[in-house]
């Protein structure tokens, strides 16, 4: 069966980095268009980043652009998701997603990891 496996959340100060990662499994990862969702607490899942499978073109939501960088390797079946100058606001729970197009809403996306959390101090 199809896993997405995310790890490398934690607490962090506000300015400060995390690296996310997702490793797929169970799937031909170089099909797939792989994103990023994060969920606050009381709030709809909302997207932050993607990279397609056709050319690893990369997508960033407004409030994460110039901040985070996401990126894959096929080889590895791996998409990382680094965070830098975060901030409370980004506080969530982070999911990898797989899709075999790109879009923006949750939906659209067939796998699902169980999530990261991320916890950014003031």
């Known amino acids: 069966q199809v896993q997405l496996v995310e790890s490398g959340g934690g607490l962090v100060q506000a300015g400060g980095s995390l690296r996310l990662s997702c490793v797929a499994s169970?799937?031909?990862?170089?099909?797939?268009?792989m994103a990023w969702f994060r969920q606050a607490p009381g709030k709809e899942a909302e997207f932050a980043a993607a990279?397609?499978?056709?050319?690893?073109?990369?997508y960033y939501a407004d409030s994460v652009k110039g901040r985070f960088t996401v990126s894959r390797d096929n080889a590895k079946n791996t998409v990382w998701l680094q965070m830098n100058s975060l901030k409370p606001e980004d506080t969530a729970v982070y999911y990898c997603?797989?899709?075999?197009?790109?879009?923006?809403?949750?939906?659209?996306?067939?796998?699902w990891g169980q999530g990261t959390q991320v916890t950014v101090s003031s």
């Open positions: 997603a797989a899709a075999t197009y790109f879009a923006l809403i949750p939906g659209a996306y067939d796998y």
């Open positions: 169970g799937l031909t990862f170089s099909d797939y268009t």
């Open positions: 990279v397609t499978w056709r050319d690893s073109s990369t």
